[in-house]
């Protein structure tokens, strides 16, 4: 079964940091842009950091600076270093990838998604 498992969420005080994973599995032919998505409570699911198979990154202003997207392709793994984080990153934080499940066949996926609070 091919899935995305994210992990590495907590709480944090402001000014903290903390580094989300994000890891795929099951049969695997291939695996494009990861993406790092957020949807705090009563909000919509906003697009915070994306990082394509070249490892070309792209960030939302919200995080810019501050977040850093990265992936290890030998593992099938995506990374989000947060640093400096505010009470306004509270959310819970999903992970999207395009993977190939066969020759040619590209899906897109969802992770479960991992809760980050950050106390003031």
């Known amino acids: 079964q091919v899935q995305l498992v994210e992990s590495g969420g907590g709480l944090v005080q402001a000014g903290g940091s903390l580094r989300l994973s994000c890891a795929a599995s099951?049969?695997?032919?291939?695996?494009?842009?990861m993406k790092w998505y957020r949807q705090a409570p009563g909000k919509q699911r906003e697009l915070i950091a994306t990082?394509?198979?070249?490892?070309?990154?792209n960030y939302a202003d919200s995080v810019k600076g501050r977040f850093t997207i990265s992936r290890d392709n030998s593992k099938n793994t995506a990374f989000l270093q947060m640093n400096s984080l505010k009470p306004e990153d509270t959310a819970v934080y999903y992970c999207?990838?395009?993977?190939?499940?066969?020759?040619?066949?590209?899906?897109?996926?969802w992770g479960q998604g991992t809760q980050v609070t950050v106390s003031s």
């Open positions: 990082i394509t198979s070249g490892g070309n990154t």
């Open positions: 099951g049969n695997i032919f291939g695996i494009g842009t």
């Open positions: 999207n990838a395009d993977l190939s499940v066969a020759f040619g066949v590209w899906r897109d996926y």
